[in-house]
């Protein structure tokens, strides 16, 4: 290997590589990101640093059985509150 790179750019590439069409994000666990990432960079915890990206708004994170589900903010879907939903469906906004 030859120069690692950093942690962010990590994620960024895993998200664009480890993804399956028509999907735009990668599950953690089982995309193996957070395997991989624990490979390389040792004694480092994906769940902290993942958490740290999506609060800085460098990702963005949607739970999802099993983990979440990581995207490149400027792809993720755009997700609107069940409660937004339910006043749709009752015709109240």
């Known amino acids: 290997?030859?120069?690692k790179i950093s942690p962010e750019e990590f994620v960024r590439l895993a998200i664009q590589k480890l993804r399956s069409d028509p999907y735009k994000g990668i599950h953690s666990v089982y995309s193996g990101f957070n395997e991989a990432f624990k490979k390389y960079f040792?004694?480092?915890?994906?769940?902290?640093?993942?958490?740290?990206?999506?609060?800085d708004g460098k990702i963005v994170i949607r739970p999802m059985?099993?983990?979440?589900?990581l995207y490149l903010p400027e792809e993720a879907p755009q997700v609107k509150s069940r409660g937004e939903e339910a006043l749709k469906k009752m015709g109240l906004i």
């Open 65 to 69: 059985k099993g983990g979440v589900v």
């Open 1 to 3: 290997m030859n120069k």
């Open 42 to 55: 040792v004694g480092h915890d994906p769940v902290e640093f993942t958490n740290g990206l999506s609060e």
